[in-house]
């Protein structure tokens, strides 16, 4: 179903973060020059991109689960909140893919892909996941009562993607600035996934408490509304 719509939701799955990285890189060239950075700038931003569109689609798929998904409720066995699982499955095996497709770019054009801690980033990728799944079943209760709700966060998914160091590294940024952008929990994911990929960089600023306290959190709360709403979502 993901891909059956329209025969170009396959090549754009691809093609989009590939695009992003190239129009980055391109932009830095432009304004900085060449490779200035002591890591390779271009396999830090197919990592990063790939993390955070990842988050992205498995929040904003998951909000109108609900809604897309109503007439499979009519059987008693699929639950509302089924569905939100599976296409946070259906998202971790595309960014497997990807993550494939940009390994195999980078080995044919001999960029450096070694990875420093490959556990660390892995379970960086997986938490990131469980994150957008808890942030998810939130957003979709809140969505199915509240439609405004999911419009309004799609039009801040952007500015979002913009101060959770996607693109840059808060080593990069003033001290002043890095303790505004730690208030957000998407930096720890960041730093956490490209701080244990680069040898030249660090987790230093990741506050793993943060994270748990956010995920939980959201988890928690998310599955306390669902639980008490479920029928009133199946009805609708």
């Known amino acids: ?136 079943i939130f957003m979709a209760v809140g969505n199915t009562f509240y439609p405004s709700l999911g419009r309004t966060l799609n039009i801040i998914m952007t500015f979002i993607m913009f101060g959770s160091a996607v693109f840059y590294t808060l080593e990069m940024l003033p001290q002043n600035i890095q303790a505004i952008l730690l208030y957000n929990p998407l930096v720890h994911f960041m730093e956490m996934i490209h701080g244990n990929y680069f040898l030249t960089l660090s987790d230093s600023f990741v506050d793993y408490d943060y994270m748990v306290l956010w995920t939980l959190s959201l988890l928690y709360l998310g599955l306390f509304l669902y639980r008490h709403l479920e029928e009133r979502i199946i009805s609708l």
């Open 1 to 136: 179903m993901r891909f059956s719509v329209s025969r170009s939701g396959l090549f754009w799955t691809f093609f989009e973060p590939f695009m992003q990285v190239m129009v980055m890189v391109l932009i830095k060239v432009l304004l900085f020059g060449g490779n200035n950075t002591l890591f390779d700038f271009s396999v830090f931003l197919a990592l990063n991109f790939t993390a955070y569109n990842m988050f992205k689609n498995i929040l904003t798929k998951s909000m109108g689960s609900f809604k897309a998904n109503k007439g499979l409720f009519v059987y008693k066995q699929v639950k509302p909140i089924d569905t939100i699982i599976a296409r946070t499955l259906v998202e971790l095996f595309l960014t497997g893919v990807i993550i494939l497709f940009f390994l195999l770019i980078g080995l044919f054009f001999h960029y450096d892909m070694a990875v420093q801690n490959l556990p660390l980033v892995t379970l960086g990728f997986l938490w990131l996941a469980l994150f957008g799944l808890a942030l998810g």
